[in-house]
Nanobody
Framework: QVQLVESGGGLVQAGGSLRLSCAAS????????MGWFRQAPGKQREFVAA????????YYADSVKGRFTISRDNAENTVYLQMNSLKTEDTADYYC???????????????????WGQGTQVTVSS
């Protein structure tokens, strides 16, 4: 079992950047494929990005492709989401998730993941 804690959220101007971090404890991060999801007020949770055990493969939602980068540092038990060129529509609570299975097109499904962090809020102002 693993516990996940997100950090790095905050208020940023449109066009700016933030880097979110997800720190794992309980088990080493290398045991899991990792994903980021987000949920805006009044909207359903949506997939953002996923990364395989050692970072060899990544998968992004079309809405963030080219702007966001997911990465992981297993030695630090941390996964990151670098967010550049932020838009107001990126405003949401961002959640880190851990799972045990990689299936390319299935990684966008929340059911793929077994463990979730509590979230960190990102607000992009105009």
């Amino acid at each position: 079992q693993v516990q996940l804690v997100e950090s790095g959220g905050g208020l940023v101007q449109a066009g700016g950047s933030l880097r979110l971090s997800c720190a794992a404890s309980g088990r080493t991060l290398s045991s899991y494929v990792m994903g980021w999801f987000r949920q805006a007020p009044g909207k359903q949770r949506e997939f953002v990005a996923a990364i395989t055990w050692s970072g060899g493969n990544t998968y992004y939602a079309d809405s963030v492709k080219g702007r966001f980068t997911i990465s992981r540092d297993n030695a630090e038990n941390t996964v990151y989401l670098q967010m550049n060129s932020l838009k107001t529509e990126d405003t949401a609570d961002y959640y880190c998730a851990a799972g045990n299975t990689w299936r390319t097109w299935g990684m966008a499904a929340a059911s793929t993941y077994d463990y979730w962090g509590q979230g960190t809020q990102v607000t992009v102002s105009s």
